[in-house]
């Protein structure tokens, strides 16, 4: 073999292996979500995930609920009141719409969690018929002020809390969601306006891992 095709075979050793690399990347990667089409959806990513303080709250049906137990599923969290007179009602109408046409498969992988910024007004009772309006899978949890206070700014969804003594007073908060992943801590962030479309095509990529 002269040294030019030595030269020759060496090269197309060398292609062969980047090509088999990069097909065997492209295979590994199937099914993982891409995060350009995550972000133009609206779901944003932290790159490093956050763990959750230990914090217990009581759920619509009046039940303890630690916030340890939001692991083992995915979790979207909204932080909203059943008084609220725009976000929170149109916000759940469009997670019944996306949680109704997403695969069965992901609908099992994914809890809808509102978590009251509004406790002095929002009983479990209260929560519990508010979100059967919307949907009876929904779970409504609340707690005293300070708890719901520490466990929002912890995943950066800070709220104004309301003077109570003020009639039909309201509460500015957030439209953003957390997402909680399968092992307790925050992954990320939906933001507001959702664009249903593009949750439907992405959130089964997100939870598929």
């Known amino acids: 073999m002269t040294r030019t095709q030595k ?39 932290l790159p490093q995930s956050r763990n959750l303080p230990d914090l217990e709250l009581t759920d619509q049906n009046g039940q303890p609920f630690k916030v340890s137990q939001f692991k083992d599923q995915w979790s979207l969290l909204f932080f909203g009141y059943t008084f609220c007179p725009d976000i929170c009602p149109a916000t759940l109408a469009e997670l019944r719409q996306i949680r109704g046409q997403l695969p069965a498969e992901t609908r099992d992988k994914l809890r809808i969690v509102m978590i009251s910024v509004d406790p002095n007004r929002d009983t479990p009772e209260q929560l ?23 466990l929002a700014n912890a995943v950066s969804i800070p709220f104004i809390p309301a003077d109570t003594s003020k009639p039909n007073y309201t509460v500015d908060h957030s439209g953003n969601l957390v997402i909680i992943g399968p092992d307790g801590t925050q992954r990320g962030f939906i933001r507001a306006p959702l664009n249903n479309q593009k949750l439907v095509e992405q959130l089964p990529e997100l939870v598929a891992e």
Request: aromatic content about 10%.
């Open 128 to 150: 519990k018929k508010y979100l059967n309006y919307f949907d009876p899978q929904f779970m409504g949890l609340t707690a005293p002020e300070p708890v719901i206070q520490k």
């Open 7 to 45: 030269t020759v075979f060496v090269l197309f050793a060398i292609v062969a292996l980047v090509l088999g690399l990069t097909v065997n990347k492209v295979l590994n990667s199937k099914g993982q979500a891409d995060p350009t089409k995550l972000l133009d959806a609206g779901i944003v990513l």
